[in-house]
Antibody, heavy 119, light 108 residues
Framework: QVQLVQSGAEVKKPGASVNVSCKAS????????VHWLRQAPGQGLEWIGW????????NYAQKCQGRVTMTRDTSISTAYMELSSLRSDDTAVYYC????????????WGQGTLVTVSS | QSVLTQPPSASGTPGQRVTISCSGS????????VYWYQQLPGTAPKLLIY???QRPSGVPDRFSGSKSGTSASLAISGLRSEDEADYYC?????????FGGGTKLTVL
């Protein structure tokens, strides 16, 4: 069965960086994009970007461009999202999710990782 | 400010039919499929409708989707208490994914 398992909760200070991992299993990792989204407390979903695990190609939402980097390690079927220069409004639950190539059809989601930015 | 526009809230009584709208533009809804996601409290979102009007296995046929031009809608018939959740529309848009701001559905 398809599973996406994310790393655990993080607490970071403003200005620091956070790296969230997402280990995929149950399907061919390179056959689907991995998207990252976040949800601030009480707010809606915000799409951050995607990575093509096959090529390593990425595309990021304008809001986080310059601060976000998505990478992958195909040998262990794991995707990573690093967000730098953290601010308090980056506090959110971060999700990784699987989607068909060039599609908004996100069919499997990770369990979410709470990132708290606080001094 | 979300790229796709949804009403922030909707409500209905058990058994009623409710619809949630999603408005976009020619670059997203107008030229790509629309997807709907359901998020129950405290859980990750779940794919509810794909490719405008298709239901994944396990989604009751009480849920239906439609699209016309640059707008789409989600209809829920025979409303049940367990349908109380947040609903999001999404679409592909020039190599990005755009979402609506979400609609909180309350079952009265």
């Amino acid at each position: 069965q398809v599973q996406l398992v994310q790393s655990g909760a993080e607490v970071k200070k403003p200005g620091a960086s956070v790296n969230v991992s997402c280990k995929a299993s149950g399907y061919t990792f390179t056959g689907y994009y991995v998207h990252w989204l976040r949800q601030a407390p009480g707010q809606g979903l915000e799409w951050i970007g995607w990575i093509n695990p096959n090529s390593g190609g990425t595309n990021y939402a304008q809001k986080c461009q310059g601060r976000v980097t998505m990478t992958r390690d195909t040998s262990i079927s794991t995707a990573y999202m690093e967000l730098s220069s953290l601010r308090s409004d980056d506090t959110a639950v971060y999700y990784c999710a699987r989607a068909r190539v060039h599609s908004a059809e996100i069919d499997y989601w990770g369990q979410g990782t709470l990132v708290t930015v606080s001094s | 400010q979300s790229v796709l526009t949804q009403p922030p809230s909707a409500s209905g009584t058990p058994g009623q039919r409710v619809t949630i709208s999603c408005s976009g533009s020619s670059s997203n809804i107008g030229s790509n499929y629309v997807y709907w996601y359901q998020q129950l409290p405290g859980t990750a979102p779940k794919l509810l409708i794909y490719r405008n009007n298709q239901r994944p296995s396990g989604v009751p046929d009480r849920f239906s989707g439609s699209k016309s031009g640059t707008s789409a809608s989600l209809a829920i018939s025979g409303l049940r208490s367990e349908d109380e959740a947040d609903y999001y529309c999404a679409a592909w848009d020039d190599s990005l994914v755009v979402f609506g701001g979400g609609t909180k559905l309350t079952v009265l």
